[in-house]
T-cell receptor, first 113, second 116 residues
Framework: GNSVTQMEGPVTLSEEAFLTINCTYT??????LFWYVQYPGEGLQLLLK?????DKGSNKGFEATYRKETTSFHLEKGSVQVSDSAVYFC????????????FGRGTSLIVHP | DAGVIQSPRHEVTEMGQEVTLRCKPI?????LFWYRQTMMRGLELLIY????????DSGMPEDRFSAKMPNASFSTLKIQPSEPRDSAVYFC??????????????FGPGTRLTVT
C-alpha cells in the first residue's frame, strides 16, 4: 500500500532559522507528492507539489525536491518567519490508482521571534 | 471562486442529538472528501465521492455516521445520535479528478463540532 512518514513535531525554531521537515514515502505506483499547510483555525491548503522525479516544488520561500532514489520529499526554507507557524502535511497520490490521497500525520512548526 | 464552503463553522450539541454538516464543493470539481481531525488520531478520511457516488466509505466510524451527495454542488455528513467522542473538526475537500496524474485537494475551513 501507500504510506507517508513525517518527522514528529513540534519543531521549534527562532525566526530566520533554517527549516527542514523530513518526509519519506512508499507507493505502489508512481506518485505525485505534495506539501499542505494548515494555519491555526483553518483547513489545509496546498503549499507546493512535484509530479515526477527530480522536480522541485516551490512556493512562499519553501522548497521540496522529489527524490525517487531515496523516496523522499523533504520540505525546506532558508529563513523562517513567525507567520510560518503552522502544521505541515506531506501527502501523495498515485496516477492510475485510487483517487484517495495518502497524508502523513503532520508536523507542527513553532517559530519564535 | 469562493472555495469550498462548509456550514456551520461551529456546532455545539448535546449527546444524543442529530448533527448535520454541510459542504458546497468548488464548482466543476467532481470529487468530494469528508475528513475528521482530532489531536489523538490526526486527519482521518471518512468518505470519498466521485461524480456524486460514494466510492469508499471504509473510514466511516459506525452506523451513526451517514453521508450523502444529492448533486454535484452539495453534500451532507450526518451523525445520529451524536456522542462526545465525535467531537472533532470535520473538513470537506474537493478536487478535479482527471488524467493529469495528480490530485490536488481544496479544503474547506472546517466545522468544529463539540458534543457535550
Amino acid at each position: 500500500g501507500n504510506s507517508v512518514t513525517q518527522m514528529e513535531g513540534p519543531v521549534t525554531l527562532s525566526e530566520e532559522a533554517f527549516l527542514t521537515i523530513n518526509c519519506t514515502y512508499t507507493a505502489t505506483g508512481y506518485p505525485s507528492l505534495f506539501w499542505y499547510v494548515q494555519y491555526p483555525g483553518e483547513g489545509l491548503q496546498l503549499l507546493l507539489k512535484a509530479t515526477k522525479a527530480d522536480d522541485k516544488g516551490s512556493n512562499k520561500g519553501f522548497e521540496a525536491t522529489y527524490r525517487k532514489e531515496t523516496t523522499s520529499f523533504h520540505l525546506e526554507k532558508g529563513s523562517v518567519q513567525v507567520s510560518d507557524s503552522a502544521v505541515y502535511f506531506c501527502a501523495l497520490s498515485v496516477s492510475g490508482g485510487s483517487y484517495i490521497p495518502t497524508f502523513g500525520r503532520g508536523t507542527s512548526l513553532i517559530v519564535h521571534p | 471562486d469562493a472555495g469550498v464552503i462548509q456550514s456551520p463553522r461551529h456546532e455545539v450539541t448535546e449527546m444524543g442529538q442529530e448533527v448535520t454538516l454541510r459542504c458546497k464543493p468548488i464548482s466543476g470539481h467532481n470529487s468530494l472528501f469528508w475528513y475528521r481531525q482530532t489531536m489523538m488520531r490526526g486527519l482521518e478520511l471518512l468518505i470519498y465521492f466521485n461524480n456524486n457516488v460514494p466510492i469508499d466509505d471504509s473510514g466511516m466510524p459506525e452506523d451513526r455516521f451517514s453521508a450523502k451527495m444529492p448533486n454535484a454542488s452539495f453534500s451532507t455528513l450526518k451523525i445520529q445520535p451524536s456522542e462526545p467522542r465525535d467531537s472533532a473538526v470535520y473538513f470537506c475537500a474537493s478536487s478535479l479528478e482527471g488524467t493529469s496524474g495528480y490530485r490536488e485537494q481544496y479544503f474547506g475551513p472546517g466545522t468544529r463540532l463539540t458534543v457535550t
